[in-house]
């Protein structure tokens, strides 16, 4: 079993609807989560931490799971632009490790 | 405003051929890493390091060497190339643990 796992998509949602990823981890020991979005042939670039009491940036939500072992990204009111991967990124290892999930891909469109 | 900056930003080996990737890092970061991403496989850790003089192996180390002689600059070098090493490399660096981490723009290497 992978450490960290996404649903791989691609989701492709009209502009202005809701979309929401989960992404589970195996280690329970687990410390930090965070959302990245990564664009087409970019480097992945942080969009949100991820926290025990949840989180809302915006049009973004994270939740945290940890009896489940998840985490969740709401993205309310897409956008055109919102049209990435996002990467589910999982600390472990005494905050050394960052462990990556495959990528969900969001597809955008109008 | 470098942040974390790769070079080269391309290139294509030979098969046997050896060649060295540099990250350099402006922020005085202590953490810094170094990722391969290919097509269904996501972001894995080759090496990384937790301070100056310091490397550790991460998920996918063999075929690879690493070294951090200065705090700013991590070095992956590649001793004989193989075509199983063509991907898309990613260096990374974060200030202490479990906070965000800081990619450089990649380097797409080919090996033919």
């Known amino acids: 079993r992978k450490e960290v796992e996404q649903d791989p998509g691609p989701f492709n949602v009209p502009e202005g609807a809701t979309v929401a990823f989960n992404c589970t981890y195996s280690?329970?020991?687990?410390?930090?989560f965070f959302w990245y979005r990564q664009d087409c042939r970019k480097e992945p670039k942080l969009l949100m931490s991820?926290?025990?009491s949840g989180n809302e940036d915006g049009r973004f939500t994270a939740q945290l799971n940890r009896a489940s072992q998840y985490i969740s990204l709401l993205i309310r009111d897409s956008k055109l632009s919102d049209s990435a991967t996002y990467l589910c990124?999982?600390?472990?290892?005494?905050?050394?490790?960052?462990?990556f999930g495959t990528g969900t891909q969001l597809k955008v469109e109008l | 405003n470098a942040g974390v900056t790769q070079t080269p930003k391309f290139r294509v080996l030979k098969t046997g051929q050896s060649m060295t990737l540099l990250c350099a890092q402006d922020?005085?970061?202590?953490?810094m890493y170094w990722y391969r991403q290919d097509p269904g496989m996501g972001l894995r850790l080759i090496h990384y390091?937790?301070?100056?003089?310091?490397?550790a192996k991460g998920e996918v180390p063999d075929g690879y060497n690493v070294s951090r002689l200065k705090k700013q600059n991590f070095l992956l070098g590649l001793e004989s190339a193989a075509p199983s090493q063509t991907s898309v490399y990613f260096c990374?660096?974060?200030?202490?643990?479990?906070?965000?981490?800081?990619f450089g723009q990649g380097t797409r290497l080919t090996v033919v």
């Open positions: 990374a660096s974060s200030m202490i643990p479990n906070t965000e981490a800081f």
């Open positions: 280690n329970s020991a687990s410390q930090s």
């Open positions: 991820v926290y025990s």
């Open positions: 990124v999982v600390i472990t290892g005494g905050g050394n490790k960052l462990t």
């Open positions: 922020m005085n970061h202590e953490y």
């Open positions: 390091s937790v301070g100056e003089g310091t490397t």
